[in-house]
């Protein structure tokens, strides 16, 4: 409990329900902190004076994911950003995940929240962003992320959101996971793409059809989505108590899937986050599926989760 003018770490909590289910949303960074079903958790939770542990429940903008060594090229200028991941030399998960963000609207089962991005070096644009959290009884959790070229110039963009799902059980290894997912990003040491897409057929890669997560570690992007008839991909984690599906909509080709064996000990391999991405990693340095805004064009993206 805070003392009066105290502000916890996360700053103000926002809550929303809508029949069994709950979700708190914070101002840092526009982030999930809490989602559950009757009390259960669906997603890894943490305290409001608890900074995002392993970045889960962040908000990804302008960009998700690695640049490598934070240098990118658009339109003939060479730009550098902060290598917000110092240890690997990459600038990591955009510029607004650490910002406040502000109520737009507050219901009883719907949020939305809004930052301006403000030119700076290395990103030298500005954009209007706006995230909405709507729970419905039936349906559970949807996310609609809208970018707006607020500037006078094109700007670069990309977006993703980093949940970690969880059945509760103690550890990934016992879950069954699927994934609608034909083909798997190599990469480097530092997260970083190291070959085109290969085919996930005969790799520890293929969760086309359900099974046990086991020793597999996962810290990777995938894509060649298949969708139903919503146009939606959809991700299934499972155990024998609790089944949960992670849905990304159309714009979201990418799915980088981490099983979290790199986190500190309390979350290790505790939950798998199963990432929606616009873009795969080093996207504003490769340019490929980075999205280019012309001044007042808009974006949005949504995706969500339920239990099944």
Not at 68 to 79: E, L, N, R, V
Not at 99 to 117: D, F, M, Q, V, Y
Not at 280 to 296: H, K
Request: proline letters at 8%; one cysteine or more.
């Amino acid at each position: 409990m805070h003392k009066p003018n105290e502000v916890a770490l996360t700053g103000a909590q926002y809550e929303i329900q809508a029949g069994g289910y709950r979700a708190t949303v914070t101002e840092l960074g526009a982030g999930l902190r809490r989602l559950s079903y009757e009390g259960t958790p669906l997603v890894t939770e943490f305290e409001p004076d608890e900074l995002p542990p392993g970045g889960a429940g962040q908000l990804l903008a302008p960009w998700p994911n690695r640049v490598d060594g934070g240098k990118y090229t658009f339109a003939g200028a060479s730009y550098q950003l902060e290598l917000s991941e110092a240890a690997r030399g990459n600038a990591i998960h955009g510029l607004t995940r650490w910002a406040g963000w502000k109520p737009a609207s507050h219901i009883a089962n719907e949020l939305t929240l809004t930052h301006l991005l403000l030119g700076r070096p290395g990103y030298p644009f500005c954009l209007e962003l706006a995230v909405s959290y709507r729970l419905d009884a039936k349906d559970g959790l949807r996310v609609s992320v809208t970018a707006t070229n607020a500037g006078s110039q094109p700007a670069p963009y990309g977006t993703g959101s980093h949940p970690y799902l969880t059945t509760g059980a103690a550890v990934v290894d016992t879950c069954e996971l699927e994934l609608p997912a034909a083909k798997w990003l190599p990469a480097d040491e530092r997260g970083i793409p190291s070959g085109p897409p290969q085919d996930v057929t005969g790799s520890q890669f293929d969760f086309r059809a359900a099974r046990r997560i086991a020793d597999a570690k996962l810290d990777h992007a995938l894509t060649g989505l298949t969708r139903d008839e919503h146009g939606r991909a959809w991700a299934r984690l499972t155990d024998e108590h609790t089944r949960l599906g992670l849905w990304a909509g159309p714009g979201y080709d990418w799915l980088q899937v981490f099983t979290g064996d790199g986190l500190a000990a309390p979350h290790r391999r505790r939950a798998v986050a199963i990432e929606p991405m616009t873009c795969p990693p080093n996207a504003f340095a490769s340019g490929e599926y980075r999205i280019v805004l012309a001044p007042a064009d808009s974006v949005s993206h949504t995706w969500g989760i339920c239990k099944i």
